[in-house]
């Protein structure tokens, strides 16, 4: 079965602190895995994918296989950060399967 | 391209009403997902066509919910007979075949009173 489990569903840090957004996952293959953001009130956007290893906007994320995890990390918060994050897992077939989500508050 | 379009933007209806959701995928995408967002629920598949055929409706709640895609520009997610437990925000999104990623709509808000 495919899981992704986000296990913060608030978090709250101040401008300029680091931020970690917790995933992780449950697939027995090799899965893609991506990180969806929210801003208030807007639809759903790709922030980015582990196979890119880009950054965006700051953030990166690096998937760890040996512990399952694909946390998503930002040196120094800023206030325009604060939105609904979602990681997601394509697994074989075209089906994404989303954590929870976690509700990141940067307070200035 | 205007991405993915959904309407209505927002539903209030009453229980037991039909409710019809819209959807126009992105020109050249050939896989088209009905999600429901939920505060207690997160992100949920409901179901998703690929080439306008419906591959996977297991995430469908029950029988009161139907999906369409009669073409490769428009879907529908039917609601029938409406409950307040439906309240949600319904959203659509596609991906072309081979692509990286899935293209999400605005969604649309529905309350069920």
């Known amino acids: 079965a495919q899981r992704v489990t986000q296990p913060e569903k608030l978090l709250s840090v101040f401008k300029g602190a680091p931020v970690e957004l917790k995933c992780n996952y449950s697939?027995?293959?090799?899965?893609?895995l991506f990180w969806y953001v929210q801003y208030s009130r807007q639809r759903l956007q790709l922030l980015l994918r582990h196979i890119s290893r880009e950054s965006i906007k700051g953030f990166t994320a690096d998937l760890n296989k040996g512990e399952t995890s694909f946390h998503l990390k930002k040196p120094f918060a800023q206030e325009e950060d604060s939105a609904m994050y979602y990681c997601?897992?394509?697994?074989?077939?075209?089906?994404?399967?989303f954590g929870k989500g976690t509700k990141l508050t940067v307070n200035p | 391209d205007a991405g993915v379009i959904q309407s209505p933007r927002h539903e209030v209806t009453e229980m037991g009403q039909e409710v019809t959701l819209r959807c126009k995928p992105i020109?050249?995408?050939?896989?088209l997902f009905w999600y429901r967002q939920t505060m207690m629920r997160g992100l949920e598949l409901l179901i998703y066509f690929n080439n306008n055929v419906p591959i996977d409706d297991s995430g469908m709640p029950e029988d009161r919910f139907s999906a369409k895609m009669p073409n490769a520009s428009f879907s529908t997610l039917k609601i029938q007979p409406s409950e307040p437990r439906d309240s949600a925000v319904y959203f659509c999104?596609?991906?072309?075949?081979?692509?990286?990623?899935?293209?999400f709509g605005p969604g649309t808000r529905l309350l069920v009173l």
């Open positions: 020109s050249g995408h050939n896989s």
């Open positions: 999104a596609s991906r072309r075949t081979g692509g990286e990623t899935q293209y």
């Open positions: 997601a897992l394509q697994g074989g077939s075209e089906k994404l399967v």
């Open positions: 697939y027995s293959g090799s899965p893609e």
